[in-house]
């Protein structure tokens, strides 16, 4: 029967309903070895529950069904990355379409990321206790030395 070939995958609280044959498309990936034993497998509702990103699992499934890797505009480079991690698939499979303005978010994503890590040593060294206008002792001691 085609209900037995049918599988419902619930990803954040949405449903989505696909064929088990169109998981195994792509072999050795987390919806590839689904099977009713799994932890997250409700046999009441008789679907799998992932409290995963709805909207990338979305371009995931399509990727399954199509053999084609998008990038949703809508969600950031490193949270795209972590769902297809998640998932075991790759992101060098993003579409050439699509490549660029993943790789641009995906960068400017990791710049925001350095800069943010900077500013915080750097207010975590004016934060300093005991040392006056926020330097550390290194640059006390070389400013008392070029002072004096």
């Known amino acids: 029967m085609d209900s037995e070939n049918r599988v419902v995958l619930n990803v954040g609280g949405i449903r989505h309903e696909t064929y088990k044959a169109t998981l195994k498309k792509i072999p050795a990936t987390r919806l590839s070895r689904l099977t009713e034993a ?52 790759d992101s060098n499979q993003v579409e050439p379409c699509c490549w660029m303005t993943y790789t641009q978010r995906a960068r400017s994503s990791a710049v925001r990321s350095d ?32 002072w004096t």
């Open 38 to 89: 799994l932890a997250n497998y409700d046999p009441i509702l008789n679907e799998y529950f992932f409290d995963r990103h709805p909207g990338v699992f979305a371009q995931v499934l399509n990727y399954y069904r199509t053999g084609k890797l998008h990038y949703p505009t809508d969600v950031c480079g490193p949270l795209f990355e972590e769902e297809l991690e998640f998932w075991g698939l």
């Open 115 to 146: 800069r943010n890590r900077f500013v915080d040593r750097y207010q975590a060294g004016r934060d300093s206790p005991g040392v006056p206008d926020g330097g550390n002792e290194k640059t006390q001691t070389h400013q008392t030395v070029a």
